[in-house]
């Protein structure tokens, strides 16, 4: 098996090495200048003299490079280390929103199957029809449809119940409402003359098991001799 590529490593333990090699290097250039014969030979050769003080220096030097270098990539990798966490709390954030996303769209996906989609319609033709259809995606329980008159020519507003407490089947339609005779009655009895603002309000139970109100448009019915036979629609 082929040996593993040396690298140059730089633990903690180098710098305190270097300091002891560099005491060491110093202690035997000290002895060595101050012995007497080395000491004469020095004072007549200055050249060697200088050459000796420089060495301590250069190591110095290059311990200092080379110490400078490590810190170097000491930083480097602090650096990157701190990119990298960096990276790590925006992929969990993006983690957290994504779930966030996930769970809004379970809901939502939630309430459109369960969804109550009922509309209550008023149609004019021999007499007034009130169509009740049921476009939801399952069964739907009526508890009640109310008639809520706002505005009469000549009786105070008022209600009355036309039906309820019957199952409507997934797309299908009911208009067998007593519209008009409740009209009349809260017209005050009286067939003749109608002139009057209303809307009907139909109470219903879906999957949910909570009552949903659906309220059909607003509507002006007039009706009776010296009017036209009108259903105007107010307000959608």
Same mark, same amino acid.
């Given at each position: 098996?082929?040996?593993?590529?040396?690298?140059?490593?730089?633990d #903690?333990?180098?710098?305190?090495?270097?300091?002891?090699?560099?005491?060491?290097?110093?202690?035997?250039?000290?002895?060595?200048?101050f012995?007497?014969?080395? %000491?004469g030979f020095?004072s007549? /050769?200055?050249?060697w003299?200088?050459?000796?003080?420089? *060495?301590?220096? #250069?190591?110095? @030097?290059?311990?200092?490079t080379?110490? !400078?270098? /490590?810190?170097?990539?000491?930083?480097?990798?602090?650096?990157?280390?701190n990119?990298?966490?960096?990276?790590?709390?925006? @992929?969990?954030?993006?983690? /957290? %929103?994504?779930?966030?996303?996930?769970?809004?769209?379970?809901?939502?996906?939630?309430?459109?199957?369960?969804?109550?989609?009922?509309?209550?319609?008023?149609?004019?033709? %021999?007499?007034?029809?009130?169509?009740?259809?049921?476009?939801?995606?399952?069964?739907?329980? *009526?508890?009640q449809?109310?008639?809520?008159?706002?505005?009469?020519?000549?009786?105070?507003?008022?209600?009355?119940? @036309?039906?309820?407490?019957?199952?409507?089947?997934?797309g299908?339609?009911? %208009?067998?409402?007593? @519209?008009?005779d409740?009209?009349?009655?809260?017209?005050?009895?009286?067939?003749?003359?109608?002139?009057?603002?209303?809307h009907?309000?139909?109470?219903?139970?879906? !999957?949910?098991?909570?009552?949903?109100?659906?309220?059909?448009?607003?509507?002006?019915?007039?009706?009776?001799p010296?009017k036209?036979?009108?259903?105007?629609t107010?307000?959608?």
């Amino acid at each position: 098996m082929k040996d593993s590529p040396k690298t140059d490593s730089w633990d #903690a333990s180098q710098p305190r090495r270097a300091v002891a090699i560099s005491f060491i290097v110093a202690l035997v250039f000290g002895a060595i200048v101050f012995y007497p014969y080395v %000491d004469g030979f020095l004072s007549t /050769h200055p050249l060697w003299e200088r050459l000796l003080a420089a *060495i301590p220096v #250069a190591a110095g @030097l290059a311990l200092a490079t080379r110490e !400078l270098r /490590h810190s170097g990539e000491a930083n480097e990798l602090r650096a990157e280390a701190n990119r990298f966490r960096a990276e790590q709390t925006s @992929l969990m954030q993006k983690t /957290h %929103d994504l779930q966030e996303r996930m769970q809004q769209l379970q809901e939502n996906i939630e309430k459109n199957l369960t969804k109550v989609r009922l509309f209550a319609r008023v149609w004019m033709d %021999d007499g007034l029809t009130l169509k009740v259809s049921n476009l939801s995606d399952f069964d739907l329980w *009526i508890n009640q449809v109310e008639l809520v008159v706002t505005e009469a020519e000549i009786v105070q507003p008022g209600r009355r119940t @036309l039906g309820g407490a019957t199952r409507l089947s997934q797309g299908k339609t009911e %208009d067998g409402y007593k @519209l008009y005779d409740a009209m009349v009655v809260l017209n005050g009895n009286r067939k003749e003359s109608i002139d009057m603002q209303f809307h009907v309000n139909v109470i219903a139970v879906g !999957l949910t098991g909570q009552p949903v109100t659906i309220k059909s448009p607003d509507y002006q019915v007039t009706w009776g001799p010296g009017k036209t036979r009108e259903l105007k629609t107010l307000k959608w």
